[in-house]
């Protein structure tokens, strides 16, 4: 079965960097855009950045351009997201998501908290 499992979450000071990565199994890996998305404290999930399928196109919300970077190896089955320049803000959990058709595929998330 479609199974997503994130890694790489947990406490960074602002200014700091982080790491996420998504394994993903059940499914052609190579055949998917995949993107991340987070959800803060009593906010709404949002769209962090996606990637095409080959790795040759990403887009990123406004408030992380600049400073993170979706990318993905298809021989690991893997998407990532480097976190640089972090701040309080982004604290959320992190999600890895795919879509087949009109059906979205979601990992149980990784938490993320910006603070000093």
């Known amino acids: 079965q479609v199974q997503l499992v994130e890694s790489g979450g947990g406490l960074v000071q602002p200014g700091g960097s982080l790491r996420l990565s998504c394994a993903a199994s059940?499914?052609?890996?190579?055949?998917?855009?995949m993107s991340w998305y987070r959800q803060g404290p009593e906010k709404e999930r949002e769209l962090v950045a996606r990637i095409s399928s080959a790795g040759g196109r990403t887009n990123y919300a406004d408030s992380v351009k600049g400073r993170f970077t979706i990318s993905r190896d298809n021989a690991k089955n893997t998407v990532y997201l480097q976190m640089n320049s972090v701040e309080p803000e982004d604290t959320a959990v992190y999600y890895c998501?795919?879509?087949?058709?009109?059906?979205?595929?979601w990992g149980q998330g990784t938490q993320v908290t910006v603070s000093s």
């Open positions: 998501n795919f879509k087949i058709i009109s059906i979205d595929y």
């Open positions: 059940g499914f052609t890996f190579s055949n998917y855009g």
